[in-house]
Each structure stands twice: as C-alpha cells, then as structure tokens.
C-alpha cells in the first residue's frame, strides 16, 4: 500500500493567519482525501482532492476556508485560511487504493 | 449516501474478558468495512477490513469481526482484552472509489 508523507505534523498559529498542508505519496493515486479531527472526535470529510480540477467539498466546508490543491497524482495541500480557535483540530490526507486506504501521520494544529 | 452508527460511545470491560463492540451501517450499495484504532496521542491504525469473500475478518492484536449483510452490522470482537487495548476504535464504510465515512467512535477502556 501507499505510503504517505504529511508535514507538518504539528503547529502552533495565530488567529488570522493560515497553515498549509502538504501530502506527499510514494506512488500515483488517482483518490486523494482530507479530514478533520476535532478534539474528542471522530474523522469528517473535508474535501476529495481532485487532479486537474477543482475538489469537491462536503457539506460545512468551502473552498474559501479550505483551498486544496492537487498538481499532479502523487502530491496534494491543504491550507486552512483565516485561522480561529476553532479550527485547532488534526488534519489528515488519505489515499484510496483497491486494498485499502492509507492515511497521513496527520498534522495537529492549534489556534491561539 | 453511506453511514455509520456506532452504538456505544464508551465501553469499560475488565481485562481478560472478551468485549464486542458494535457497528452498524447504511447504504444502498455494496459496502467495504473497516475498523481503526487510536491510541491516545497518536494516528489511526488498521484493525481489519471487509472488502469481500469470507464474511469472519481477522485482523491484528487478537481481533476479529463479522460482516452481517441482512443485519447490516460490522461488530468488532476480541475474547480477551489486554490493559493496552485501550484506545478509540472507529468503523468506517466506503463503496467503490468513493472515500471513507466513519462513526462517532467507541472509547474502550480496560480496567485491571
């Protein structure tokens, strides 16, 4: 299975500011995918990564508040925009292969 | 759409006895199935995974689960619990190419 690299793995921002997220994969996937972990709580579904073209965000989130890119096959970003306490939460990437899927260290952000 | 409905957001259960832990699921679709487990302070790991054939999955650290289509259930067991399978487990459904949707979560909590 794909292995990831996802940096950073931690951060500490302040309010206002933004975060990038880079994830970078050992092999070409065609399904890229991004969550958030809020303290205490499950995994929600951000976005799906699309090479080429624009991602598609879940209900709640919006592309203002979460642009992702994704230049090629093998490497996606996300940035989280205009900070707030709110957004302190664990962000992972994740891959989707016929075997399985595979998900990123994560990166654990704190708003202060 | 596909969901997932973990039943019990805590179990406490002693250690060397056996514990269940219960997943439900919703689609209109074949479904994968998938358990993970989350130690504190640290990513998700794979337990085991349905994607198909047998419906008795084993994965690792002793667990098992059973795929029931006409229940729509994925619980997830193990006959005796160790202090250090203490952790957060989640279930999550996918169908095919589409990405992973999770439950709430279960804390297990082993108690000497």
């Known amino acids: 299975s794909a292995v990831i690299s996802q940096k950073p793995s931690r951060d500490i921002c302040q309010r206002g500011t933004s975060l990038t997220i880079q994830c970078q994969v050992d092999s070409q996937v065609t399904m890229m995918f991004w969550y958030r972990q809020q303290p205490g709580q499950s995994l929600t579904l951000i976005a799906t990564?699309?090479?080429?073209?624009?991602?598609?965000?879940e209900s709640g989130f919006v592309i203002d508040k979460f642009p992702i890119s994704r230049p090629n096959l093998t490497f996606s970003t996300l940035t989280v925009s205009n900070l707030s306490p709110e957004d302190s939460s664990i962000y992972l990437c994740s891959v989707g292969q016929q075997v399985g899927y595979t998900f990123g260290s994560g990166t654990r952000l704190t708003v202060v | 759409a596909q969901s997932v409905t973990q039943l019990d957001s805590q179990v406490p259960v002693f250690e060397e006895a056996p514990v269940e832990l219960r997943c439900n699921y919703s689609s209109s679709v074949s479904v994968y199935l998938f358990w993970y487990v989350q130690y504190p302070n640290q990513g998700l790991q794979l337990l085991l995974k349905?994607?198909?054939?047998?419906?008795l999955v084993k994965g690792i650290n002793g667990f098992e689960a059973e795929f029931n289509k006409s229940q729509t259930s994925f619980h997830l067991r193990k006959p005796s619990v160790h202090i250090s399978d203490t952790a957060e487990y989640f279930c999550a459904v996918s169908t095919r190419n589409t990405p992973l949707v999770f439950g709430k979560g279960t804390r297990l909590s082993v108690i000497a």
């Open positions: 349905y994607l198909s054939g047998s419906t």
């Open positions: 990564a699309n090479q080429g073209s624009e991602a598609t965000y």
